[in-house]
């Protein structure tokens, strides 16, 4: 596994919010995030532990997404 947000330089665009909306919504329940540096780690692990009230309604997925982080070294 290879997933990167914006913190990997040049690499991607995508913030770790958005990421876990679209696990969340794709139905996941884990995600692995491996970025070239830790700056993102506090981010992605508050965004996966983020209980999304309106989404309950919507997407019908409020639930946690257990968070695997890793580096790429």
């Given at each position: 596994m290879n997933i990167r947000t914006y913190y990997s330089i040049l690499?991607?665009?995508v913030s770790p919010e958005d990421m876990v909306k679209a696990c969340k919504?794709?139905?996941y329940d884990?995600?692995?995030l491996?970025?070239?540096n830790l700056?993102?780690?506090v981010e992605?692990?508050?965004a996966c532990n983020k209980v999304d009230k309106e989404g309950e309604k919507s997407s019908g997925h409020p639930?946690?997404?257990k968070p695997i982080i890793g580096v790429n070294v």
């Open positions: 690499q991607s665009l919504t794709a139905g884990k995600l692995l491996c970025d070239d700056s993102g780690v992605f692990y508050e639930f946690k997404i």
